[in-house]
């Protein structure tokens, strides 16, 4: 059952809040400009979808919608680390695996405003803040806000506030998986010239031409804050990703080996998606004083070919 506070936020019309499965509320968005789909576990953008386009944000159909395990597929927040992460217990001098991309994609934010406005779109504000399971993972207090504009485009923008009275530093990423009509008719610009490290075998390498991928690959693009262009020829559209307040890109399709092992990534899902994700991660890592505020955020704009 939905809590009253939860459907006080709804707008008739525009903004609906529904349990998808029990105890897990679904914000739905449905404005002159686009429809959209974000769910308060992890404040995780699942669906974007302008008015006369195709879905733009991809999510696998076997996505499991359930307490502490993120979302495949949308827009997961990684956060307040990228990438895998252990450490070692000193009294038990046993080392700790901690979840993978860190807590914020996994675990529910708090719904904090919903307004919409026809000339602008729909915002959507989630907060989170340390709690007794943050702290068990990460030993400091902060605050993170997301905001997310619905309109003909798609901005999305998470700001950590360090609310401790020491500083901290962490590394994070939007994890955009973008919808294509066939990843090997799709091409990817804006990262020619730029160093990468290839996580498949460590490898540095420059990006030499324009990015074509017919196999697995995860590249942490760095630095670099150009916009990105997927021009999806399948589909007679290009998608532009702009982002602020990162350094590094990472570009990442698992495809079918990999996927195949996950089971919450829909088998063949790999032909339609590319994660494009604004990053802080390798050595753009973000230090916060007490009472900074870091802004790391992406905006998705659709051009017709
Ligand atoms: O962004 C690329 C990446 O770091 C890959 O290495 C892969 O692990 C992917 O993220 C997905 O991670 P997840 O924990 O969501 O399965």
Excluded at 150 to 176: I, M, P, Q, Y
Excluded at 223 to 234: L, N, Q
Aim: net charge negative.
């Amino acid at each position: 059952m939905l809590n009253k506070k939860l459907k006080q936020l709804e707008i008739p019309g525009v903004v609906e809040i529904k349990e998808m499965e029990a105890g897990y509320p679904v914000i739905s968005i449905n404005n002159s400009f686009a429809n959209a789909e974000i769910a308060l576990h992890g404040a995780h953008v699942m669906r974007f979808q302008p008015t006369g386009e195709k879905p733009v944000i991809w999510l696998s159909k076997t996505a499991v919608y359930s307490e502490g395990k993120a979302i495949r597929g949308g827009i997961p927040i990684c956060w307040p680390w990228f990438g895998d992460k252990s450490v070692n217990d000193n009294k038990s001098n046993k080392t700790q695996v901690l979840p993978a991309h860190g807590f914020a994609r996994s675990m529910f934010w708090e719904l904090v405003s919903v307004q919409d406005n026809i000339e602008t779109g729909t915002e959507i504000v989630f907060a989170l803040k340390e709690n007794e399971k943050t702290l068990s993972l990460w030993p400091y207090y902060f605050c993170l806000q997301l905001r997310v504009l619905v309109s003909k485009n798609l901005s999305v923008e998470l700001s950590v506030k360090n609310t401790d009275e020491t500083s901290f530093s962490f590394t994070g990423a939007l994890h955009t998986y973008l919808s294509l009509g066939d990843i090997e008719a799709s091409k990817i610009y804006g990262l020619n010239g730029v160093p990468y490290i290839n996580k498949l075998n460590d490898q540095l390498k420059t990006q030499l031409d324009d990015i074509v991928i017919s196999s697995e690959l995860d590249n942490v693009y760095q630095p670099t804050v150009a916009d990105i262009t997927v021009y999806d020829k399948s589909q007679s559209r290009e998608l532009l990703i702009q982002k602020q307040g990162s350094q590094s890109t990472v570009v990442w399709n698992p495809w079918e080996e990999k996927s195949s092992r996950m089971k919450d990534f829909d088998p063949g899902g790999f032909r339609n998606m590319v994660c494009i994700e604004a990053a802080n991660t390798s050595g753009d890592v973000i230090f916060l004083q007490p009472q900074e505020t870091h802004i790391l955020s992406t905006n998705i704009v659709i051009k017709n070919k």
